[in-house]
């Protein structure tokens, strides 16, 4: 029997200001998978994700458990799908408790309370981002590797089945960036599906279930990091040199510039 497929994508074009952003992208996303997008700066890969999230109109179709994504409301959406931006500014200083509360917000109803398990969520996602200890901190003191840590634990405290991200990793040590990315990657083992952008092709590899590939907001490959990461695409695509070695048939371990290699 043919997986259920959660979000699909048809023919999907945006333009702006007669520049063409995205041009006839179209793909399915089951649940329970990771999809990593990658491209150059300036392929349409943010754009994409909005365009998923119901963010930004373009046309074609995004379909979200065969419901148009235009016709879900915004509580629907935010009890099934959370988006993690670059960077999200706000307009007013929380705590990093109050902030990652507001993930269990469409669980509520809209004079309800925070319930005792809704704060055993927060401590528990805080723990998983790092950031125990954290929950009385006032967000306009933390670094941007700190806040962008609390923005993903309030996705996570949103217990949505999809997560959109966007650079999740941007700001973090490289410490942070692989507890992230195992975070993620211990939701998406838990049936949760994750579509996110990531600029290192490396652990785009390491952690996609399956990698799509866009250059000029045009969709170039589609498949297994295996597949899409070879050494002639990422040349064509990147400008770059690469050694890529495979750690199956399906995955690689190692993708580096051909000189350090």
Sequence with gaps: ???????????????????????????????????GVIGPNGSG??????VMSGAMDGQ?????????????SARERAQTLTF??????????FTVRELVLLGRAPHRGWLSSFSRDDYEIVEQVLADVGLEGFADR?????????VQRAFLAQALAQDADVLLLDEPTTHLDIHYQFRLLDAVREQVNRGKTAIAVVHD?????????????LSEGRPVAIGSPADVLT????????GMEATVRKHSPLRIDYVAPRSAG
């Design 1 to 35: 029997m043919e997986p259920e497929t959660l979000l699909a994508v048809s023919d999907v074009k945006v333009e702006r200001g007669g520049r063409a952003i995205l041009r006839d992208v179209s793909l399915d996303v089951q649940p329970g998978e990771w999809l």
């Design 45 to 50: 890969k943010t754009t994409l994700l909005r």
């Design 60 to 72: 074609g179709s995004v379909h979200l458990r065969g419901r148009p994504i235009g016709e879900w």
């Design 84 to 93: 993690v931006q670059q960077s999200s500014p706000l307009a007013f200083d």
């Design 138 to 146: 006032s967000i306009q003191s933390m670094s941007g590797g700190e």
């Design 201 to 213: 092709l490396e652990c785009a590899a390491r952690y996609a279930d399956r990698l799509l590939l």
């Design 231 to 238: 050494p002639e695409r990422i040349d064509d695509v990147f």
